[in-house]
């Protein structure tokens, strides 16, 4: 199984600071198969990133995502308040066919 | 409006059953690889089951093999889960969730609001 962990578990930051934050797979996968996405309470989570780099539709250009191999990135460029929210990595592939990140909680400082 | 409704969530004593529904407009589910996502209380998202578009090939996650199944009706645009001998970890908000129809890549790019289920005595 491949296991995801994501550093740090909470980052606290500004309104317009820039966030990043880590997802580290415990085998190499392939960058086309690391996803993104955010969750607010009481809401689904949000498709924001797929392929490790492509933005989902509607997903403004502040983030971006990046990395190949184990370690992959997710940056928000200038933090807006609505981006305060819990983020997840996904992976494809292998048993189970996919796995979550336990996420990382983006908190206003 | 592309959306995904789920419904059939509720309480139901360890060993019981249900089945939840997940109702799709605005598009064709025929088109797309379904799946079922969970997320038990102040916890992380957990995958549970996926179905291609044409049912041919079904995953399961270890956790609720042989106590789940996943279908589709293409038809009826709608998506199903049955649960059996449901336990507490089974403990719950269920969504369905739309694969991302991009070739080569992975990503869930529609979501449900999500059904409640509570197993408890």
């Known amino acids: 199984e491949i296991v995801l962990t994501q550093s740090p578990g909470t980052l606290s930051l500004s309104p317009g600071e820039r966030a990043t934050l880590s997802c580290r797979a415990s085998e190499g996968i392939s960058s086309s198969y690391l996803a993104w996405y955010q969750e607010k309470p009481g809401q689904p989570p949000r498709l924001l990133i797929f392929g490790a780099s492509s933005r989902a539709t509607g997903i403004p250009d502040r983030f971006s995502g990046s990395g190949s191999g184990t370690d992959f990135t997710l940056s928000i460029s200038r933090l807006e308040p609505e981006d305060f929210a819990v983020y997840y990595c996904q992976q494809y592939g292998g048993s189970p066919l996919y796995t979550f990140g336990q996420g990382t909680k983006l908190e206003i400082k | 409006e592309v959306q995904l409704v789920e419904s059939g969530g509720g309480l139901v004593k360890p060993g019981g059953s249900l089945k939840l529904s997940c109702a799709a407009s605005g598009f064709s589910l025929s088109g797309y690889t379904m799946n079922w996502v969970r997320q038990a209380p102040g916890r992380g998202l957990e995958w549970v089951s996926s179905?291609?578009?044409?049912?041919?090939?079904?995953y399961y996650a270890d956790s609720v093999k042989g106590r789940f199944t996943i279908s589709r009706d293409n038809a009826r645009n709608s998506l199903v889960l049955q649960m059996n001998s449901l336990r507490a970890d089974d403990t719950a908000v269920y969504y369905c969730a739309r694969d991302l129809a991009v070739s080569g890549t992975i990503g869930f790019d529609v979501w449900g609001q999500g059904t409640v289920v509570t197993v408890s005595s």
């Open positions: 179905i291609t578009r044409g049912s041919s090939y079904i």
